[in-house]
């Protein structure tokens, strides 16, 4: 069926599909899910409270007819949802879906990696904030070491779910000394760096700006080591600001949602775990789309809910951020995904 793109309040196009399929994970990494208040005694959403493959599967057909071409995978962590190959391959089987993606903590990856390449997922995002043990160990929340991450992507590129990008939250006084490292690594491997700027998602992560290690800084310290020149985005409303090395010998990028904000270009959506359409990483709510999944709405209903909640759309927390939006309480980052 053909596509009809839609705009929001700010002639933002929906691109992109951020699908967060569970709300569990198995690290309680700090500035996600603390381990004091994400323990064991911590009430995930129920099972049946989750959409179904198939819901899910029916809202990226329903958002391909309104101009999405991207669709991503996330969390919590995406893996600990049981059969998720699955799901891959229902989406990647549906017409106009141009880039499948999944966001992972590839903890679990190994074995797993060739399945999803089979059910047809092209690539995968890894969350890996630190190459340094001692400093993962602490910023997983849960003594995990580095071994089995980087198990799981040695699979993933031999199962050719590439490129890798390793994605790594910076945050001052914890793992800013690591940043090297981690380029370096990722440039002997071919794999792609994005450092991102320590976020004030949520409200249970004790955001401090003064955390913060602004983008500038990092493309500075990177740039020391290994001489690197911007690039030109390769598409509107690429999020990363990317820079090759002079080398010839790969690129990292820099995500700066906290100094130099990229709401103007933002085309992404988010899906909950139990079907809340959400169209901010800072919201402080969703649009439940589950109810109409559940109590027999057609497929034109539901695509007409949706053009409603992007056509209404006016985001920009970034730009706007200042003390009293800080503080507000907004849906939580393991809810929705990164």
Known sequence: MKSTSIYDTFNRPLRDLRISVTDRCNFRCPYCMPAEIFGDRYEFLPRADLLTFEEISRIVKIAVQLGVTKVRITGGEPLVRQNIEELVQMIAEVEGIEDLAMTTNAY???????????????????????????????????????????????????AGLQPIKINAVVQKGVN??????????????????????????????????????????????????????????????????????????????????????????????????????????????????????RNGATDDQIKQTIVGIWGTREDRYSEERSEETVKRKKVEMYHIGG
């Open 176 to 293: 800013d000394h690591t940043v090297i490292e981690l380029a370096e690594w990722c440039k002997n491997n071919g794999h792609i760096p994005r450092f991102i700027e320590y976020m004030d998602v949520g409200t249970l992560n004790d955001w401090k700006l003064q955390e913060v290690v602004p983008a500038n800084e990092i493309v500075d310290l990177i740039g020391q080591r290994f001489p690197a020149d911007p690039i030109v985005p390769t598409y509107q409303g690429e999020v990363a600001q990317r820079y090759r090395y002079r080398d010839g010998q790969g690129e990292f990028g820099v995500i700066s949602s906290v100094s130099q904000p990229f709401c103007g270009d933002c085309s992404r959506m988010r899906l909950s775990p139990e079907g809340k359409a959400v169209t901010c990483l800072f919201a402080e709510s969703g649009t439940d789309l589950r109810e109409w999944l």
């Open 108 to 158: 679990l990856l190994s074995g797993y990696a060739q399945k999803l390449k089979k059910a047809g997922l092209h690539r995968i995002t890894v969350s890996l904030d630190s190459l340094d043990d001692t400093v993962f160990q602490k910023m997983n929340g849960r003594g995990f070491s580095t071994a089995r991450v980087l198990d799981g992507i040695k699979e993933a590129k031999e």
